[in-house]
């Protein structure tokens, strides 16, 4: 299996991509542009494809992301600070985001003869955003099934889609990911702001995991929102 994988730089995607470049099934890394503020993200995700010397796909959809306007992920709205809740998510929420990205996703996995798409959206963020959750991920696979029935056939792949972030932390230790050269952070300052939602939850994954976080942090939590 040759797999295109969606990564954003985050956590997340680049220990997926670790872990499948370890088999072998890793044939190119698709980052893409859609407006984001953490624009620091996408040189991780370059670096990731360097160090695992495989293709590095770029797409600039930032005239799209311009008009699903309203996060605090692309508009100048300020980030919220502590853990997720359904406020946070309304506010970091971009439209339709992930099945924008894998449905393009797909196109250029056909256009390239590869036989997979992967994304590594997991199971702590099912309560956080619709199209995390894999309901939507097994839609979504049935979609492009429909859609390429009378092309060459690619599958899902969503290794986390049942897993929380606290197993990501684990695969990451087990496949040598440089953590701190992953990017999580919403603010996209020059150190990750250590307040908002998402760098909680890495700092929480790593520690529930006992996996020593390097990654190095504006601030540190508010004590009611620091890693247990």
């Known amino acids: 299996m040759k797999a295109l994988l969606i990564c954003s730089g985050g956590f997340d995607s680049v220990t997926l991509a670790y872990r499948l470049h370890s088999i072998g099934q ?14 620091k993200e996408i040189d991780s995700a370059r670096l990731c ?6 293709p590095f796909i770029m797409l600039d959809i930032s005239s799209i992301g311009a008009q699903l306007g309203g996060s605090a992920l692309t ?48 199971g702590g ?8 959750r894999p309901e939507f991920i097994d839609a979504m696979a049935d979609m492009q099934r429909l ?16 897993l929380d972030k606290t197993s990501i932390a684990r695969d990451a230790a087990r496949y040598k990911v440089p ?11 020059e150190l990750h702001c ?28 508010a004590p009611s929102t620091a890693p247990a």
């Open 26 to 39: 890793l044939a190119a890394i698709l980052c893409f542009d859609y407006g984001q503020r953490h624009k």
């Open 49 to 54: 494809a360097e160090r695992l010397n495989v």
């Open 75 to 122: 508009d100048d709205v300020a980030v919220p600070h502590g853990a997720y809740n359904e406020e946070h998510m309304q506010i970091t929420t971009v439209p339709n985001r992930n099945a924008i990205m894998l449905s393009i996703a797909f196109g250029v996995a056909t256009a390239r003869g590869f036989n997979a798409v992967a994304t590594a959206v997991h």
């Open 125 to 132: 963020e099912h309560h956080v955003y619709a199209d995390c």
């Open 147 to 162: 859609a390429l029935a009378d092309q060459k056939q690619v599958s899902l792949l969503a290794p986390y889609v049942e």
């Open 179 to 189: 953590i701190a050269d992953t990017w999580s952070c919403y603010e996209g300052g």
């Open 194 to 221: 250590g307040q908002c939602a998402t760098c909680i939850e890495r700092m929480q994954a790593m520690a529930q995991a006992g996996v020593e976080d390097p990654t190095a942090y504006a601030t540190t939590p």
